[in-house]
């Protein structure tokens, strides 16, 4: 895999200011909107930079397959995100499901890489 600097340095301020969108949308006055804004701008950051930055050394079919996963997960961690700025929650079970999915999403990518090698 290679990968592409700029488009990983655009998916990098996308999800810094997706975090900061999430900062600013959830208002409160505890550390929850610090959290969300980082879990979210982290965990959008690795979904976006595999959906826009990722290639293929041999231009193989594992680009397309790797894009797609990243996408669909990039949409879910996002609505994710948004519920979350909307709901009262617990950092905790912030944590737990947003690391659930971003570890599923990097098994899922690396199978896919490693699979169509």
Same mark, same amino acid.
């Given at each position: ?6 488009? %990983?340095?655009?998916?990098?301020? +996308? ?18 909107? %610090? ?18 930055? +990722? ?16 996408? +669909? ?33 990097? %098994? ?7 699979? %169509?090698?």
């Amino acid at each position: 895999m290679k990968i592409n600097g700029v488009t %990983l340095i655009i998916a990098l301020a +996308v999800a810094a200011l997706a975090g900061y969108a999430f900062y600013a949308a959830n208002g409160a006055a505890t550390d929850i909107p %610090l959290a969300n804004a980082l879990g979210g701008g982290i965990a959008l950051f690795v979904t976006l930079a595999g959906t826009i930055a +990722v290639g293929s050394k041999d231009g193989g079919g594992s680009t397309l397959n790797i894009r797609l996963a990243s996408g +669909v997960f990039f949409v879910l961690l996002l609505i994710e995100q948004i519920i979350f700025c909307m709901v009262s929650f617990h950092i905790a079970p912030y944590i737990i499901v947003t690391g659930i999915l971003v570890l599923i999403y990097v %098994l899922i990518a690396y199978g896919i890489g490693k699979a %169509l090698k």
